[in-house]
């Protein structure tokens, strides 16, 4: 595989392709995509527009901008094309966003992904260093895509650039965390989840995940809505009594719960 830079995008073409990525990597219709004069507009104003480049073309981009906080940035999209997926891209792009805002004096970026997406969690949880503490029922309403045919379920991704656990993260592969005889707060059976348990109390706790949420998605929508309406009850229900998301496990996916 050619070798993968990023760096800041110009002008209007490359905006266009932007555009266009969002349309291969999420199948998006045209009424979900952030046009280009918008994404110009935000660069101009103080946002990141960043792509990911390999012999010689796009295959990936970061779109981020400022929020009321002047130490917090919001990263609303991250796409890479299927076939440079596990290739580094993505977390090159990254890096890249971390170091433009820490450049800037921002401390922390943040951004929401689809709680039943395994290569998602594992990616923002375990290779990012991220957390997360925050559910949003429904977020963005009805969607387009790869994300058609559920409510748009989102978890908000906390990411302080400046942390030790951050910065060893993005730059070596973490050592898998001990989670034997940790309690469960649910039980799965093949794919379906058949219970929620909301009494425990331990300083780690794990909660479990399908393995392929999009292909569930795709072939049995009822399935996707009960799991929707699992992570609904357990998630938040925990988040109040002062556990975060820290850290994701494949094979079976599995998150990790820690009190703060």
Request: glycine content about 8%; some cysteine; charged content about 25%.
């Given at each position: 595989?050619?070798?993968?830079h990023v760096?800041?995008?110009?002008?209007?073409?490359?905006?266009?392709?932007?555009?266009?990525?969002?349309r291969e990597?999420?199948?998006?219709?045209?009424?979900d995509?952030?046009?280009?004069?918008?994404?110009?507009?935000?660069?101009d104003?103080?946002g990141?527009?960043?792509?990911a480049?390999?012999?010689?073309?796009?295959?990936g981009?970061?779109?981020?901008?400022?929020?009321?906080d002047?130490?917090l940035h919001?990263?609303h999209?991250l796409?890479?094309?299927e076939?440079y997926?596990?290739?580094?891209a993505?977390l090159?792009?990254?890096r890249?966003?971390?170091?433009w805002?820490?450049?800037?004096g921002?401390?922390?970026?943040?951004?929401t992904?689809d709680?039943?997406r395994?290569?998602?969690?594992?990616?923002n949880?375990r290779?990012?260093?991220?957390?997360?503490?925050?559910?949003?029922?429904?977020?963005?309403?009805?969607?387009?895509?790869?994300?058609a045919?559920?409510?748009?379920d989102?978890?908000?991704?906390?990411?302080d650039?400046?942390?030790?656990?951050?910065?060893?993260?993005?730059y070596?592969?973490?050592?898998?965390p001990?989670?034997?005889?940790l309690?469960?707060?649910?039980?799965?059976?093949?794919?379906?989840p058949?219970?929620?348990?909301l009494?425990?109390?331990a300083?780690?706790?794990?909660?479990q995940?399908?393995e392929?949420?999009?292909?569930?998605l795709?072939?049995d929508?009822a399935?996707a809505?009960?799991w929707?309406?699992?992570?609904?009850?357990v998630?938040?229900?925990?988040?109040?009594?002062g556990?975060?998301l820290?850290?994701?496990l494949?094979h079976?996916?599995?998150?990790?719960?820690?009190k703060?």
């Amino acid at each position: 595989m050619a070798e993968v830079h990023v760096r800041e995008l110009r002008g209007w073409e490359e905006m266009e392709e932007v555009v266009a990525l969002q349309r291969e990597v999420w199948g998006r219709a045209e009424s979900d995509l952030v046009p280009r004069g918008l994404l110009i507009a935000v660069q101009d104003e103080g946002g990141l527009v960043a792509g990911a480049f390999a012999e010689g073309r796009m295959v990936g981009f970061v779109f981020g901008f400022p929020t009321k906080d002047p130490a917090l940035h919001h990263s609303h999209m991250l796409g890479v094309l299927e076939a440079y997926r596990g290739t580094g891209a993505a977390l090159l792009l990254k890096r890249f966003q971390r170091d433009w805002c820490l450049a800037r004096g921002i401390r922390k970026v943040v951004w929401t992904f689809d709680p039943m997406r395994g290569a998602n969690a594992n990616f923002n949880l375990r290779k990012l260093g991220a957390t997360a503490r925050t559910y949003f029922p429904d977020h963005y309403g009805p969607m387009s895509g790869i994300n058609a045919g559920a409510p748009s379920d989102r978890l908000l991704a906390e990411w302080d650039l400046l942390s030790e656990r951050v910065y060893a993260r993005i730059y070596a592969p973490p050592p898998e965390p001990e989670v034997a005889g940790l309690p469960q707060v649910n039980r799965v059976e093949g794919e379906v989840p058949l219970e929620a348990r909301l009494d425990l109390e331990a300083e780690r706790l794990l909660f479990q995940i399908p393995e392929d949420w999009g292909r569930i998605l795709r072939e049995d929508p009822a399935l996707a809505l009960t799991w929707r309406e699992h992570s609904r009850l357990v998630l938040p229900h925990y988040f109040a009594r002062g556990y975060r998301l820290v850290d994701f496990l494949r094979h079976p996916n599995r998150y990790v719960l820690a009190k703060d």
